[in-house]
């Protein structure tokens, strides 16, 4: 299986800030990395698919980039509703997996 | 409008099995797989394994290979998924999830609310 590690596992910044998440896969992927976002209780949100397109409807403050085995998630401005958790997945293999999640919090 | 809607939670007793449905609508089911991720509390996503509507196909994880099996009812465009042998450890919010792609490109774009399935005697 493919692992995919996140760093960092958590995050304090500031409303305003700029933050980066950043996402490692043990092999190379291409550009078949995803990003979700999700709140508590709630089910995961897609962001940014095929590594850097934005999903339909998402802010443009989300941004990715990345091909091979690093990847970047960046919100160039953090708003008070996007504290939660962030997720990359790989889908370059049929057999899926997630890193471990970047929980994002209010300083 | 276009959803997945998933099966109430459920108290299974170790060693039993549970099926969840996840029913579709607002869309053509079978032009679209169904994943399967569960989420303990507290915890990370963990992907489960796939199953393509149309064809009945499936991938799961090799941690799940032997104890999960996915299906599907086209007629009523809903999809299950039946975990056996539970444990204590499979304590945890069950979500389907659609698979789109687009070109070679496939991400989750719609998802259920999710099925709390707690394991305990």
């Known amino acids: 299986d493919i692992q995919m590690t996140q760093s960092p596992s958590s995050l304090s910044a500031s409303v305003g800030d700029r933050v980066t998440i950043t996402c490692r896969a043990s092999?190379?992927?291409?550009?078949?990395l995803n990003w979700y976002q999700q709140k508590p209780g709630k089910a995961p949100k897609l962001l940014i698919y095929a590594a850097s397109s934005l999903q339909s409807g998402v802010p443009s403050r989300f941004s990715g980039s990345g091909s091979g085995t690093d990847f970047t998630l960046t919100i160039s401005s953090l708003q008070p509703e996007d504290f939660a958790t962030y997720y990359c997945?790989?889908?370059?293999?049929?057999?899926?997996?997630f890193g471990q999640g970047t929980k994002l919090e209010i300083k | 409008q276009v959803q997945l809607v998933q099966s109430g939670a459920e108290v299974k007793k170790p060693g039993a099995s549970v099926k969840v449905s996840c029913k579709a609508s607002?869309?053509?089911?079978?032009?679209?797989?169904i994943n399967w991720v569960r989420q303990a509390t507290g915890q990370g996503l963990e992907w489960m394994g796939w199953m393509n509507p149309n064809s009945g196909n499936t991938g799961y994880a090799q941690k799940f290979q032997g104890r999960v099996t996915m299906t599907r009812n086209t007629s009523i465009s809903t999809a299950y998924m039946e975990l056996s042998s539970l444990r204590s450890e499979d304590t945890a919010v069950y979500y389907c999830a659609r698979g789109t792609t687009v070109t070679t490109s496939r991400y989750f774009d719609l998802w259920g609310r999710g099925t709390l399935v707690t394991v305990s005697s």
């Open positions: 997945q790989q889908s370059y293999s049929t057999l899926d997996t």
């Open positions: 607002g869309y053509t089911f079978t032009s679209y797989d």
């Open positions: 092999q190379s992927i291409s550009s078949y």
